[in-house]
């Protein structure tokens, strides 16, 4: 279960601040403030993949938003400000119960090498099902593989043992595959979700039923995997949840000649967790793009030099910006002067008085989607990794920042006669051995660290901070390890291994020389017998000096 940081905690208690300055005072505006704190609440919760809680959350934004627009209501009557502080207390209970903990686990990169914790990254799974289901062992063992923690609980138990460590995820496998789940096991479901509120809840082998399903979802349930699929669904899932996305701050900028305006749009968004830079002289646009990098921009339509119209379409004419979200603000109510603004490149209008949460909502999906278009340019779409122009990318931009005493490993490794794989098991089986890999990769690195799918079979890895010796022995571990993992296909289970090819900082200092080097080495693991991992002979010092002379003149 991921701990609740401070920053969604001191959102929390903002919150509890309103409520009481509200019960207080009865003011309407005290608590359209607390309605504010309490969306911004949600989705920092929904960020930080906490759905429970999340929808806690928005039953209590429901019932304050109904209260939200009409001064008369207030203060509201007492039976409905006790409804609200009980789910009020709810949320704020079960989030000090996360909070996380002063000193954390550190696992980032300017972690100490020798800290095991920063190589591993065990999550806890609960799995329900009946005793001995076939499921049970094969989910277990896969998701031990991938640096989880599994338990298992038996539908009948009564006490779940969830005390010390909430899980991740719980995952519900029936008895009786396709069937409609009993009541008994609704009972159980809807008994875990209260215990466990935090936690992200998957019932396997659900019938495409929406009557069904509208039980399971009433019960607890986040996710209903339909019958039919497998157990490397499931666990695609699982991994899908702790996918090592980094989570960023959104960031708007804001262009608009009014002082009070400014004012106003920046405090909506930063109650939101948005973070905004303003300008009011829309002729510094593209410096303040450059320094800042905003994932949109909100746009007056009406500036003295010129209109927020020309300068999204001025904006679009540099390639750099041709997607990134612009959003008009005007108190223009002309349909047809609106519709000519998008079509001039703007995404979305919005008419002033901007309500703060339809603002900071439209802000959000507008990021998310733009966020989403970047992602999928920059990763592979078989494994979730970054692609092979990005890894280099990456690799060279981690070579700038890089001081040269600082130690950077670079592995390359290659699935061993995976032509073979394919031909004897089929093409998709093939895929399912390059997804598991890339999970084991996933879950066994660091965040910090950079892995990406460089071909067809063939993984880069770059290891910051890490020491030669500690990095060679975590990749072998993980070479050992993927060598006794089974793949399931139609007949039973087939074994795969890897070979890999290690270079070093200082030994190479280029990211091609790097990349080179570890390649080489990695032909070598496959000369000597594949199933190996090589390391690059560290070149003669005469040699480096001639390489360091020779590349500013080939440059
Ligand atoms: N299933 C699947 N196969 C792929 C993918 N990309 C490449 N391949 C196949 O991977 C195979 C790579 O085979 P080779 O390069 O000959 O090497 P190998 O059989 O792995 O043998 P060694 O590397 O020498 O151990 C080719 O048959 C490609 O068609 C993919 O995305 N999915």
Not at 271 to 298: M, V
Not at 321 to 339: F, G, K, N, R, W
Not at 412 to 427: A, C, E, T, V
Request: hydrophobic share 40%; proline share 6%.
């Amino acid at each position: 279960m991921p701990a609740i940081s401070h920053s969604v905690i001191a959102l929390a208690e903002t919150l509890e601040l309103r409520w009481k300055s509200y019960r207080e005072g009865g003011d309407s505006d005290v608590f359209v403030e607390f309605t504010l704190s309490l969306n911004g609440l949600t989705e920092q919760l929904s960020r930080q993949h906490l759905p429970g809680l999340v929808r806690a959350c928005q039953e209590l934004e429901n019932a304050a938003l109904a209260l939200f627009g009409d001064r008369s209501m207030h203060p509201i009557p007492d039976d409905q400000a006790s409804a609200i502080e009980r789910q009020l207390g709810i949320i704020l209970t079960e989030l000090h119960r996360h909070e996380t903990p002063a000193v954390q686990p550190r696992r980032q990169t300017d972690e100490p090498d020798n800290n095991d914790e920063a190589w591993h990254r065990p999550r806890r799974v609960l799995i329900v099902s009946r005793a001995e289901h076939p499921w049970t062992a094969s989910l277990s063992e896969q998701l031990s593989f991938f640096g989880f923690k599994p338990a298992e609980q038996r539908w009948e138990s009564t006490a779940f043992d969830i005390e010390n460590e909430p899980p991740l995820a719980i995952v519900f496998i029936p008895d009786r595959e396709g069937c409609v789940y009993p009541l008994s096991a609704i009972t159980a479901i809807k008994a875990l979700r209260t215990a466990c509120p935090t936690s992200y809840f998957y019932c396997l082998s659900v019938p495409a039923s929406l009557e069904s399903i509208v039980q399971l979802q009433r019960a607890g349930a986040d996710a209903c995997v339909p019958v039919g699929n497998k157990v490397s669904d499931v666990l695609s899932r699982i991994l899908d949840l702790v996918e090592t996305r980094e989570h960023e701050v959104h960031r708007v900028l804001v262009v608009e000649d009014s002082a009070t305006a400014i004012a106003h749009i920046r405090r909506s968004l930063s109650q939101h967790g948005i973070d905004s830079r303003a300008i009011g002289d829309p002729r510094t646009l593209l410096q303040a793009a450059a320094d800042y990098r905003p994932d949109a921009i909100l746009m007056d339509m009406y500036m003295p030099f010129c209109t927020g119209v020309e300068v999204t379409s001025a904006l679009r004419q540099i390639p750099e910006y041709q997607s990134l979200p612009v959003i008009y603000l005007s108190s223009e109510t002309d349909i047809a002067q609106q519709v000519e603004a998008l079509r001039l490149g703007g995404d979305q209008f919005l008419t002033k008085p901007i309500n703060p949460i339809i603002l900071a909502s439209v802000v959000r999906t507008k990021i998310e989607r733009y966020r989403e278009m970047l992602y999928s340019g920059r990763h592979d779409s078989l494994t979730g990794l970054l692609n092979h122009s990005t890894s280099k990318g990456q690799l060279e931009s981690l070579l700038r920042t890089s001081s040269p005493a600082r130690h950077l490993v670079v592995a390359m490794i290659d699935i061993d006669r995976f032509k073979s794989i394919n031909d004897n098991y089929g093409h998709p089986v093939g895929d399912q051995v390059i997804r598991s890999l890339a999970w084991l990769l996933r879950g066994r690195l660091r965040n910090s660290d950079l892995i990406g799918r460089y071909g067809g079979e063939e993984f880069i890895i770059a290891l910051p901070d890490a020491d030669l010796e500690r990095a060679c022995s975590l990749l072998d571990r993980i070479r050992e390890d993927f060598s006794q993992l089974p793949h399931a296909h139609a007949r039973g289970a087939l074994r795969a291994s890897f070979s890999c090819g290690v270079a070093a900082l200082p030994d190479y200092t280029t990211a091609a020389s790097l990349i080179e080097a570890a390649d080489q080495a990695l032909l070598e693991a496959k000369r000597s017998g594949r199933n190996r991992l090589v390391r690059a002979p560290r070149p003669q010092h005469d040699s480096v000096v001639r390489m360091q002379m020779k590349e500013p003149a080939g440059g």
